[in-house]
C-alpha cells in the first residue's frame, strides 16, 4: 500500500499536533496547595506577604507608620502561635484577619481548601434574632425557631467572633458574616472552645421558653471520597489515548458561554426588575441592553446589583438618564472622580484606564484652572503614588419623572461602587440593600511561596471631587434591607412608594421620553 505525499505530511502533521497537546497536557502547573504547613514555612509566606505589602498596597502606603507596626506585630503573633505543623486552611484565616487591618475592602485570600466544621444548620437574621433553619430553609423546630446560643455562648459573642475575619465597612453587614458563621470550628479556636463532632444549639421561642438539641457535624468523609475519585480520574486522564483526549477538546464547552442573559421581569403593572451581576458581559449583550431600555419605560424599574462587579461604564451610562441637572459645580461640571495607583516598576502610566480614568491633562484645561480644581486633594508621597487621573461623568442629558431602584450590597464592587454612589444623589433614585463596602480599585495579585495561597489587595485609590477618600467608605443605602432571604417584590415598591422623597438639585425642562406614569 503506497501513500501520496500530501497524506504522509498531513498524518506527520496529525502526529506532530497530537504530541504538542500531550505536552501542554503534562506542563499544565498542578495545584501545590500545601495541606499543612510548617514553622519556617509560616515564616516564610508571613515575610513574603508583608513584603508584598509595602510595596504595592495603597492603603498601606496611606499611614505606613501605623499600618508597619500592626502588621509585623499580627505577623510576630501568628508566629508565636503556630510553632507546629498549622493546617493551610486555619494559615488563610489569620493572613485574613491580618490583611482586614489595612481597612481595605478589595483584600481577599483565595486558592485553599476549608477543612474546618461547618455549622449543621443556616443562620437567618430576623430584626434582633437568628432563625434556625435546616437545608430546605425551614425551621429546624416549628415550636423553637430562633437560636440563643452555640455551644453555650450567647449569638453576640460568634458574632464578635466573625467579623474579625471582615473588613471594614463590612463587619456590619448581615450577608457577609454569615459565611463566617458558618465556619463553626474555627471560631470555636478563636473562642477558646473545644472541637467536638457534635455542636449543641440553644433554642427560643416567643414566649421566652427555651430547648437545647444537639446537632452531629457533616463529615468530611464524603469530600475526602470526591477528591480521591477525582484523583483516579486524572490518572485515567493521562493514560488516556491522544486521540481519545483530541475528541474530549472538541466536546468541551466554557460554562461561560453557556449563561443565559437576565429578562426583564414583571413586578406589577408599572414596575419591572432585571437583574445584572457582570457589567463586563452587560457591554457586550446587546440584548440585555435592550432589555434594560424597556425597562426604563416603565414608571419604575428596579435592577438587582447585588453581586455587580467589572470596571464597564455602559450601565452607569445608560442610567443616568434618571439623573439631575448639576448645575453647582461651576469650576468643573463634568469631573465624577480623581484617583492614582501605588508606584510599581512593573505598573505602566496606564494601569488605571480600564477604571475609565485618564490623565488630568486630557480635561485640556488652563493651568490655574487644574490647580483650582485639584486644590482639595490630599498631598501625596510621590515617589508611593502615581500623578492624578480623573474620570469624567457620562454625557448624558437627564429625561422624563419614572423611578429608580437598585439594590446594593457589599458584594457590589468596582464600577457597581460608582453607580451606587452617583444614584445616591439623584433624586428619582433609591438605593435598597446594605451599605457597600467602598471596592472601587484595581486589584495586585501575587501567591505566597509555600501555602500557594492566592492574595489580592487594593493597588490604587479612588476620590470624590471634592478630594474626599471613596475607597473604602462604602455607600449607604436610602432603604435598609438585610440580603439574606428571598424578597418579597412587592414589598419592595411598597418601600419605594413611600420613602422619603429626596431633594431634587434642580428642576430639568428637557423633554420627556421615558414613562411617566404614576406608581400604583
Known amino acids: 500500500m503506497s501513500f501520496s505525499y500530501r497524506s504522509i505530511v498531513m498524518l506527520l502533521s496529525v502526529i506532530i499536533f497530537a504530541s504538542l497537546l500531550k505536552l501542554a497536557f503534562f506542563a499544565v502547573p498542578k495545584d501545590n496547595t500545601a495541606p499543612m504547613l510548617n514553622a519556617q514555612e509560616v515564616r516564610q509566606d508571613l515575610y513574603a506577604l508583608l513584603d508584598q505589602i509595602e510595596q504595592h498596597s495603597a492603603f498601606y502606603a496611606l499611614t505606613p507608620d501605623k499600618a508597619s507596626p500592626q502588621l509585623k506585630y499580627m505577623a510576630s503573633l501568628i508566629v ?7 493546617p493551610n486552611d486555619r494559615f488563610a ?44 430553609n425551614s425551621p429546624i423546630n416549628n415550636d423553637f425557631p430562633f437560636v440563643t446560643h452555640i455551644d453555650g455562648l450567647p449569638m453576640s459573642k460568634w458574632v464578635a467572633a466573625s467579623q474579625a475575619y ?19 470550628n474555627l471560631l470555636r479556636e478563636d473562642l477558646g472552645l473545644s472541637i467536638k463532632p457534635y455542636v449543641l444549639v440553644t433554642l427560643i421561642n416567643d414566649d421566652l421558653q427555651t ?101 464597564s461604564p455602559k450601565l452607569l451610562t445608560l442610567l443616568s438618564r434618571y439623573q439631575d441637572a448639576d448645575l453647582n459645580n461651576t469650576l468643573a461640571p463634568n469631573v465624577m472622580g480623581f484617583a492614582h495607583y501605588r508606584r510599581s516598576p512593573e505598573l505602566r502610566n496606564d ?21 483650582s480644581l485639584t486644590r ?59 451599605k457597600t463596602s467602598g471596592d472601587f480599585a484595581r486589584q495586585y495579585h501575587f501567591k505566597l511561596p509555600n501555602s500557594g495561597l492566592d492574595i489580592r489587595f487594593s493597588s490604587s485609590l479612588t476620590y470624590d471631587a471634592q478630594g474626599k477618600l471613596l475607597s473604602g467608605a462604602g455607600t449607604e443605602p436610602d432603604i435598609w434591607l438585610p440580603q439574606n432571604s428571598d424578597i418579597q417584590w412587592q414589598g419592595l415598591v411598597s418601600l419605594v412608594r413611600s420613602a422619603k422623597p429626596k431633594t431634587q438639585i434642580i428642576q430639568t425642562s428637557q423633554p420627556t421620553k421615558l414613562a411617566q406614569a404614576k406608581l400604583n
Open 211 to 311: 430547648q437545647q438539641v444537639t446537632l452531629a457535624l457533616p463529615s468530611h468523609e464524603p469530600q475526602a471520597q470526591a477528591q480521591l475519585t477525582t484523583n483516579n480520574q486524572d490518572v485515567k486522564t493521562q493514560d488516556m489515548s491522544v486521540l481519545e483526549f483530541i475528541n474530549q477538546l472538541s466536546q468541551f464547552e466554557r460554562t461561560e458561554f453557556q449563561d443565559v442573559p437576565h429578562q426583564l421581569e414583571t413586578v406589577n403593572n408599572t414596575t419591572v426588575k432585571l437583574k445584572i451581576s457582570d457589567l463586563y458581559a452587560f457591554e457586550l449583550e446587546r440584548e440585555l441592553q435592550q432589555e434594560l431600555l424597556k425597562g426604563m419605560t416603565h414608571p419604575l424599574l428596579i435592577i438587582d446589583l447585588r453581586d455587580a462587579s467589572g470596571f
Open 166 to 184: 471582615l473588613p471594614e465597612p463590612a463587619k456590619q453587614s448581615q450577608e457577609m458574616q454569615l459565611p463566617w458563621l458558618k465556619k463553626l
Open 376 to 434: 482639595d486633594l490630599p498631598s501625596v508621597d510621590e515617589d508611593k503614588f502615581s500623578p492624578w487621573y480623573v474620570r469624567t461623568k457620562p454625557t448624558v442629558t437627564p429625561e422624563g419623572r419614572n423611578r429608580l431602584a437598585l439594590l446594593v450590597s457589599p458584594k457590589c464592587r468596582q464600577e457597581c461602587e460608582w453607580i451606587a454612589y452617583r444614584t445616591k444623589s439623584w433624586s428619582r433614585a433609591n438605593l435598597i440593600g446594605e
Open 93 to 136: 484565616a489569620e493572613i485574613t484577619k491580618l490583611l482586614n487591618s489595612l481597612k481595605d475592602p478589595g483584600a481577599q485570600v483565595h486558592n485553599f481548601n476549608d477543612q474546618s466544621g461547618d455549622l449543621p444548620l443556616t443562620l437567618r437574621p430576623l430584626n434582633d434574632q437568628w432563625l434556625a433553619l435546616d437545608s430546605s
Open 80 to 86: 508565636e502561635q503556630y510553632q507546629d505543623m498549622t
Open 351 to 371: 494601569y488605571l484606564q480600564p477604571l475609565n480614568f485618564k490623565p488630568l491633562d486630557a480635561l485640556e484645561y488652563s493651568v490655574p484652572r487644574l490647580k
